[in-house]
């Protein structure tokens, strides 16, 4: 029988039936040694401060606009968040993600900003070439960055495509840490890591991850990246 898992309210405006549609994604989520997991949600339509959600002792934070996914992964994950599309392009992910880790893991904090970097390049991707499909190549001149621009705000207007979910996990280690982040896109296939160079022509995105971390690997036919952190 799955375990029931503990639903905190962060969001005092999230109505109780949004509440009670979220708890199907839970059912029988908990950690590696089969505790339960709290997780909290939010609404992140009208969500300001992400970085003050994270910072509620939760291990599991659902964004409510992209709950009508597949239930969040079961894994060993020290910190998880989902959110949807939408929420990741308007709120400054990256930076509060690192800084939660950091902040529940003090020995971290000199690697904060390595995280950061690596997170704000990895979510930019899962969102932008991930679920909302969009092609870098696109980007190559001013009329191209204009094409750009107005196909991304044509589908953010789809429901189908901003609400799709974009999720982070962290995994503490003994001597080192996993940031990983998955998307809901096509998936891809990545580059041989002697192929991820920087490049005038732009597209420096893989270049920038591995430069961050000790080691970046892709699974789920490219829809999930590993970012592997040491702290010798």
């Given at each position: ?38 997780v ?78 690596a ?18 190549a ?95």
């Amino acid at each position: 029988m799955p375990s029931i898992v503990p639903i905190s309210l962060i969001d005092s405006a999230v109505a109780a039936p949004a509440i009670e549609a979220a708890g199907g994604q839970f059912a029988g989520m908990t950690s590696w040694r089969r505790r339960t997991r709290r997780v909290a949600v939010f609404d992140g339509r009208q969500a300001a401060d992400l970085g003050g959600i994270l910072r509620q002792p939760e291990t599991g934070f659902l964004d409510l606009s992209c709950v009508d996914v597949p239930p969040m992964p079961v894994l060993s994950a020290a910190l998880i968040l989902r959110l949807a599309t939408a929420t990741a392009l308007r709120l400054d992910v990256a930076s509060a993600f690192a800084a939660a880790v950091a902040e529940r893991f003090p020995e971290l904090r000199p690697l904060e900003t390595k995280m950061g970097m690596a997170l704000q390049e990895a979510v930019g991707n899962a969102v932008l070439h991930g679920n909302l499909e969009l092609k870098t190549a696109q980007r190559g001149n001013l009329r191209g960055l204009s094409e750009f621009a107005a196909e991304m705000e044509r589908r953010l207007a789809d429901d189908a495509y901003a609400s799709r979910p974009v999720t982070i996990g962290a995994v503490r280690g003994r001597s080192q840490s996993i940031l990983w982040v998955e998307d809901r896109g096509r998936g891809f296939l990545p580059p041989e890591p002697r192929g991820i160079r920087l490049s005038a022509a732009g597209g420096n995105g893989l270049a920038m991850i591995r430069s961050c971390t000790q080691g970046t690997f892709f699974s789920h036919g490219g829809r999930r990246i590993r970012m592997i952190f040491g702290e010798g």
